[in-house]
């Protein structure tokens, strides 16, 4: 039966250690993701708050007529 458990663990560690090889290339890969999304977001939000600013100074203007 221990044996059975140490064999296990064993086959765990082979394999998370296996898998680590690949993890710095993912992450690399992750924080490009996250870094070009960052910039497509703010710009939508930019052009979002100018577009909300042009509506309210209309409105505005409107209701002073």
Do not use: C, P
């Not at 560690?13 to 993912?26: F, L, P, S, Y």
């Not at 939000?45 to 409107?62: L, N």
Request: no cysteine; glycine share 10%; net charge negative.
């Amino acid at each position: 039966m221990s044996d059975e458990i140490l064999t296990y663990i064993k086959d765990t560690v082979t394999r998370i250690e296996g898998k680590q090889d690949n993890h710095d290339v993912r992450i690399g890969k992750l924080e490009n993701w996250q870094s070009n999304a960052d910039g497509k977001i703010t710009m939508v939000s930019a052009i979002g708050a100018a577009i909300g600013g042009a509506f309210v100074a209309a409105v505005d203007y409107f209701r002073h007529l």
